[in-house]
């Protein structure tokens, strides 16, 4: 393609919210045959809710809830979210946290009401040394509970799917490109949402490292890859794909890190995004 068919793609994407950063990343576009696409705000609305509570024998449903609260109210994460806007959905008075740390794809620490409280991944609990059993969940991410060391139950809050997400993933295999799953979340949820989607393969409880190396792999097997994603968690990867696609919906971190950014920031978004680079090409060559 010329320099002038692409400044055309350009152009045209603006008017149809597929934002080019990178000029080239349009004409790579047409070579791709695999989509990673990360779940969180992705496939999923983004927005959480919660629906189960879950406290060990030590602990009420309430208390539980207000130190998982406590802890998330200072977390971008959407997960961080909806566990404090379960708390207030149920008036719960929400404590001060002091000494608040994240650990970005794992979950969070802070110490409240001079207990040390940890809401994560089972693997970030057992950094902390909690040692149970984690039991997940196929309806929803399952975040788990340390407080002073000690296990004190889950909490689950369920993502539904954007309603295009289905249809975009259709019209992706439709134009022959593989679509693969990469998440955080755990396997449950993972394989329960690409069975639904017929998601052509999946891998979870990723680390946003993990997710980079696994783009890196799929290269290295001779895949040209599009990684769609929208977090901080996601940037690592969309730097290490052939084409970089941020939702406009998700952290600025993901966005810098891409050479495509889409102004609707679903999954239609990316089929436009190849469409207009198929369309650019053939038209102009
Ligand atoms: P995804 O890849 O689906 O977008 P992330 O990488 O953002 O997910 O998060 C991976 C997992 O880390 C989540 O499913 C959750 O278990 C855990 N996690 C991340 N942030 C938080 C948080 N603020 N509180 C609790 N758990 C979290
Ligand atoms: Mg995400």
Same mark, same amino acid.
């Given at each position: ?5 692409? =400044? ?5 994407? @603006?008017?149809?919210? &597929? ?10 576009? *047409? *070579? ?6 990360? $779940?969180?705000? /992705?496939?999923?609305?983004? $927005?959480?809710?919660? /629906? ?20 998330? *109210? ?14 207030? !959905? ?26 040390? &409280? &940890? ?30 060391? *000690? ?5 689950? &809050? ?5 309603? %295009? /997400? ?8 439709? =134009? ?30 990723? %680390? ?14 001779? @895949?040209?890859?599009? =990684? ?5 968690? !996601? @940037?690592?990867?969309?730097? @290490? ?15 810098? %890190? ?22 650019? =090409?053939?038209?102009?060559?």
């Amino acid at each position: 393609a010329t320099p002038m068919s692409i =400044m055309v793609g350009v152009g045209r994407g @603006a008017k149809e919210g &597929v934002l080019v950063k990178e000029a080239a990343g349009l004409e790579t576009l *047409q *070579q791709v045959d695999t989509v990673v696409v990360d $779940k969180t705000g /992705t496939l999923t609305e983004g $927005k959480p809710k919660l /629906t189960h509570v879950q406290p060990t024998d030590n602990f009420s449903e309430e208390d539980l809830l207000k130190y998982a609260a406590a802890v998330e *109210q200072n977390s971008e994460h959407p997960i961080g979210q909806s566990i404090v806007n379960g708390a207030k !959905d149920r008036e719960i008075q929400i404590p001060a946290a002091t000494d608040f740390d994240s650990t970005t794809g794992q979950g969070v620490q802070a110490q409240v009401d001079g207990k040390q &409280v &940890v809401c994560g991944k089972p693997s970030l609990l057992k950094e902390h040394g909690v040692d149970f059993t984690a039991e997940g969940s196929p309806e929803g991410t399952t975040v788990y509970l340390a407080i002073d060391g *000690q296990y004190a139950g889950s909490l689950v &809050v369920s993502d539904p799917l954007k309603a %295009s /997400t289905e249809e975009a993933i259709r019209a992706l295999h439709d =134009m022959g490109i593989r679509v693969v799953m990469m998440t955080g979340d755990n396997p449950k949820v993972a394989e329960a949402i690409a069975k639904k989607l017929n998601i052509d393969d999946y891998q979870a409880d990723l %680390s946003p490292q993990d997710k980079h190396d696994g783009i890196v792999k799929l290269r290295e097997k001779g @895949a040209k890859v599009a =990684m769609a994603g929208d977090g901080i968690n !996601d @940037a690592p990867a969309l730097a @290490a794909a052939d084409v970089g696609i941020a939702m406009g919906t998700g952290t600025d971190v993901a966005i810098e %890190s891409a050479a495509i950014t889409l102004m609707g920031g679903d999954l239609n978004g990316v089929v436009k995004a190849f469409r207009l680079s198929r369309g650019v =090409m053939r038209n102009i060559k």
